[in-house]
């Protein structure tokens, strides 16, 4: 036992020799420590976030270890695994890290036996800028990396190296929306990316888009237009881009209006043009010289008229400009009135009508003008009249026809009984009606023919007769029988005619 001792006092000096002098060799031992015990990572860091987290080193014997294994709502900026030693159980990275961003994510080494690494295993509602998987061991089981990731941008997924017997690598399982990348779609060469009239984005020609005016809440369709409330402004959509009218303003014979859903300036009654620039309309021909050749009703007022402006009938055919004043087509309006309905007018203007010697007055009083009368006969054949001049006179002369010119067209068959044509021998007669009997002869033209005109000795033309008169069928010559519609001397029958048209325009050069 003493030896025993002197040899324990012997080692102990021993030990504190070596100690001061470290460089001789060897240590004392000095019994068991918490030094020695490998410090584990954090397995639960819920909110909270990590910059680096790094497992350096971990013993033979050490049980699994799980890094970052659940962190909600964590920004992760770098994960890194050094090393694993030889028989350490699964290491799950990152498995569940819902609604997470994470930079880069990089496993350096991994150990000769280590079993199965999953890498970022779930990841929902996660932008990953970049996955690098550098260096995995020899004999390591296979990596899945981002094999889950719904609703993910991806802007790069990168596998530097792998061993030369690891299986192979899975990159974005599922798919991965390209849409959200927000690359425009590319349109051919001369087309713009633009809105179309139905508003969808569409790649068209400049001329077919629409412009966006979103300062005013409105959209202008393609070669449209726009005028702001109080009409002071207009802009204009030309290839897909909004010009504004340097002035735009009223005309004094115009208003700010909408018309149509159309809000812009609008000539009144009796005057045509774009609103800005308004000119009084004094007949037809105004009309067509002011661009509108489509045959319809319009308003006019003729030069002198001193009531409000009337609407007329423009016929734009035969070289446009003709203001009708008559026709009949089938009878269903009765035209055996008396003076007044026929100063007035009377019938329906886009059918059977008379327009009113008081108007017919003022407008072929206020220049020079022509006639021209259309007639279709009872068999279907077609037939004109034109003269270069005429003219009425006011009601204090009973309306007398105090102008027909010269006669062309096709209305007219020469006949030696009669010096002049139709209405050529009405010249100078005055209007009569039922209730005014003015003509020349002894007879009351206007109630024997049961038809309103320029009598003069009765008949060569009424165009205002009876429509369903009955003609024997020998008469040969207009007036025949007791009523009926007729024009003298027509190549065909000149009674009973089935349509009639009269119509006037101005002499113009």
Request: net charge negative.
């Amino acid at each position: 036992m003493i030896v025993i001792g002197n040899l324990a006092r012997i080692y102990q000096g021993l030990c504190k020799f070596a100690e001061k002098f470290p460089g001789v060799g060897g240590s004392c031992y000095k019994g068991p420590t918490n030094d020695d015990t490998t410090k584990q990572s954090t397995n639960s860091l819920s909110g909270t976030t990590v910059s680096p987290v790094e497992t350096t080193t971990q013993s033979a014997t050490s049980p699994p270890i799980s890094t970052l294994s659940s962190l909600p709502d964590t920004t992760v900026s770098s994960v890194e695994t050094t090393t694993q030693s030889t028989t350490s159980p699964p290491i799950n990275t990152l498995s569940s890290l819902p609604d997470t961003t994470v930079s880069p994510v990089e496993t350096t080494v991994l150990s000769t036996t280590s079993p199965p690494i999953s890498t970022l295993s779930s990841l929902p509602d996660t932008t990953v800028s970049s996955v690098e998987t550098t260096v995995p061991s020899t004999t390591s089981p296979p990596i899945s990396t981002l094999s889950s990731l719904p609703d993910t941008t991806v802007s790069s997924v990168e596998t530097t190296k792998q061993s030369t017997t690891s299986p192979p690598v899975e990159s974005s399982s599922q798919s991965i929306d390209t849409t959200l990348l927000s690359i425009p779609t590319a349109c051919l060469l001369g087309q713009l990316r633009c809105y179309n009239d139905d508003n969808e984005m569409v790649c068209a020609a400049p001329e077919n888009c629409t412009c966006q005016m979103t300062s005013v809440n409105a959209s202008i369709s393609a070669g449209g237009f726009y005028v702001n409330p109080d009409c002071t402004r207009m802009a204009h959509c030309i290839n897909g881009s909004v010009t504004w009218d340097d002035v735009y303003s009223c005309s004094p014979n115009a208003q700010c209006e909408k018309q149509g859903n159309v809000h812009q300036c609008y000539c009144t009654a009796g005057y045509y043009g774009d609103g800005k620039t308004c000119l009084q309309v004094t007949n037809c021909q105004d009309v067509y010289t002011a661009g509108i050749n489509e045959s319809g009703i319009y308003t006019i007022k003729p030069t002198g008229w001193p009531g409000s402006p009337f609407p007329v009938y423009c016929n734009m055919a035969d070289g446009g400009g003709w203001t009708v004043f008559q026709r009949r087509v089938n009878g269903s309006v009765d035209f055996y009135r008396n003076w007044t309905s026929y100063k007035e007018g009377f019938g329906q203007i886009v059918h059977e009508f008379w327009l009113g010697n008081d108007k017919l007055y003022y407008i072929t009083n206020q220049e020079n003008y022509q006639i021209r009368i259309d007639l279709v006969d009872r068999e279907g054949t077609p037939h004109f009249a034109e003269y270069d001049s005429f003219r009425i006179n006011d009601e204090n002369d009973k309306y007398r026809l105090s102008a027909v010119g010269t006669y062309s067209g096709t209305a007219e068959v020469r006949n030696t009984r009669y010096n002049e044509n139709a209405l050529k021998y009405q010249f100078n007669s005055f209007f009569s009606t039922y209730d005014q009997d003015n003509d020349k002869g002894t007879r009351h033209c206007a109630v024997v023919f049961q038809g309103a005109w320029w009598h003069n000795g009765c008949c060569r033309s009424n165009l205002n007769g009876n429509y369903f008169a009955s003609v024997v069928p020998s008469t040969t010559y207009c007036c025949g029988g007791h009523s009926s519609i007729c024009w003298n001397n027509l190549p065909g029958p000149d009674h009973n005619i089935k349509y009639s048209e009269m119509k006037i325009r101005p002499v113009r050069d």
